[in-house]
């Protein structure tokens, strides 16, 4: 509705012609060449999207969106568009917005329908099948509407409050220095009891703990059928490997504050949970101690980066 929907239909045009390929025209992650990418493309209709600023409660903001189409995501196919100008990246957001919005709306108005109108639903039901139809069009007439209203409504809320200040996650303290007492502090939060970070990313960081070798007790989103294969899955339905933090890759971005974000909110979607009431100064500890794994000499074993070698003395052999 802004601007008649222009910045819409150019965001449409921007989209189809560098983004549908591999996320599809409807946004479903889906588009000819995902066969062939892993991790997949995402899929926005759910309205999840990883990689936030936001906390773990809130929908993802512009920013986050334009980040990601500026700079990528390290480690997938998913490229950068920095060279892109201002207005074509402001207008694909706007578009993606768009497909997230419409793809979770009519998720809740299925979900209306599910409970005693589905294929499922029928064929436990008693009632002839012309009663059913009938109540069905009675429902469709006097509730669906105030449904669809309510559903519209409360999308909106949320959306709109992604992009406020109180939705966007604020260190209240600032980065401690990186000292080696401080990457100390670090891994010991790192393997507490409390955190338990090496139950998915291994005691080493290199993504190969436990749970990666343990069966979940969930089923497929879309299929219901417990999976099959051991380790972590998404919200889509895909096997996840923790990060292995040695590579020193990390798709949400390495600024310190990108992985302040990602273990205070986790990471949306995924088994990466929140660590929201963990005090700020020791999430500042476990940055420091992310960052270093990959400069150590053996990964795991002391929890600091091997210092490095002095220059020698001029003169000496």
Known sequence: SVDGGEVLKQGRVLYMRHCSHCHGSSGDGNGPTAQYLNPR???????????????????????DITRVLKYGIPGTYMPSFLLMEETEIHAIVEYVRFLSIRGEYEIKLVAELTGDYS??????????????????????????????????????????AADTEEARIIPSVPRVPDTEESRRKGRELYLSKTLN??????????????????????????????????????????????????????????????????????IKGSAMPSFKNTAHEDIWHIVNYVLSIQFESEPGS???AAAATPAPAAGAE
Not at 214 to 226: M, R, Y
């Open 119 to 160: 294929v499922k639903a029928l064929e436990s039901r008693q009632e002839k099948r012309s009663d059913i139809v009938d109540e069905l069009k009675k429902f469709l007439k006097e509730d669906m509407p105030g449904a669809a209203t309510g559903a519209g409504d409360e999308l909106a809320e949320q959306w709109t």
């Open 41 to 63: 493309p995402r899929d926005y209709r759910n309205g999840v999207f990883k990689f936030t600023s936001t906390n773990d409660l809130s929908k993802v903001s512009r920013e």
């Open 302 to 304: 002391a929890g600091v």
């Open 197 to 266: 970070c090496a139950d998915c990313h291994g005691i080493d960081g290199a993504g190969n703990g436990p749970q990666t070798m343990a069966f979940e007790d969930k089923a497929h989103p879309i299929t219901g059928v417990k999976y099959s294969e051991p380790g972590l899955h998404d919200a889509w339905g895909n096997l996840n490997q923790p990060r292995n933090l040695q590579t020193g890759i990390f798709r949400g971005g390495r600024r310190p504050i990108d992985l302040f974000c990602r273990i205070h909110a986790g």
